[in-house]
């Protein structure tokens, strides 16, 4: 009975042993955590940094430009040249 037992679990070390050294094929994705800081946009008139799902919207020259308000976007419709850098 010790021969069996003392058998089994040297084949079970030398299993372990040997699957210890094979190439480990483990495949990491690599995992994107949305953090809410990297995705404000800048608001052209005031500078200030806002969400774009809760800001007021713009297009001018197929260009989607974003507001904190109201406000910050009757300003830039008025004069939109004033706001946008030129190229």
């Known amino acids: 009975m010790k021969a069996i037992t003392s ?7 030398i299993t372990l042993g040997l699957k210890s050294n094979a ?9 994107s955590f949305t953090d809410s800081v990297q995705k404000k946009v800048v608001d052209p008139v005031c500078k200030m ?24 976007k009757q300003k830039f419709m008025a004069t939109p040249s004033k706001y946008v850098p030129t190229k």
Do not use: H, Q, R, W
Request: net charge positive; aromatic share 12%.
């Open 7 to 13: 058998l089994i679990i040297l084949v079970a070390l």
């Open 23 to 31: 190439d480990p094929k483990i495949e990491y994705k690599e995992i």
């Open 49 to 72: 940094k806002i969400k774009p799902n809760v800001a007021k919207s713009s297009v001018y020259k197929k260009t989607t430009y974003y507001f904190c308000s109201e406000g910050c």
